[in-house]
């Protein structure tokens, strides 16, 4: 009896630890077809590239803004150029988008969740 009490609240915990995991954690699709994971805690992410011609490369680092939402830097990985960034998860969909001039040109892409 113990033992099944146990287990029932193992599970549990290990449940309601992946419950709050932050919406933007884990492995994305990006647009050009990599591979990205994001992580982090404490309201920080960074994220890195985990296949394609960059892998390895740190590409970004956000912090929660918001319900969904994530403010921060992206880099593009082909230039090494460094944007203000923001990002949004709706569903399994992330919205990144990378600003200059303080918002006045963006260019934006939508990440899919693995």
Known sequence: M???MSLALAATLIMAG???ADPIEGDWKTQAGSTAAIAGGGGAFSITLKSGKYTGKRIGSF???G???????ITDPDTDKTYSGKASVSGA???????VFGGLICNSQTWHKL
């Open 63 to 65: 912090k929660v803004a």
């Open 18 to 20: 992946a419950a709050w």
């Open 67 to 73: 319900d969904n939402k994530y403010t921060g830097t």
């Open 93 to 99: 969909s992330l919205k990144m988008s990378g600003c």
């Open 2 to 4: 113990f033992r099944k």
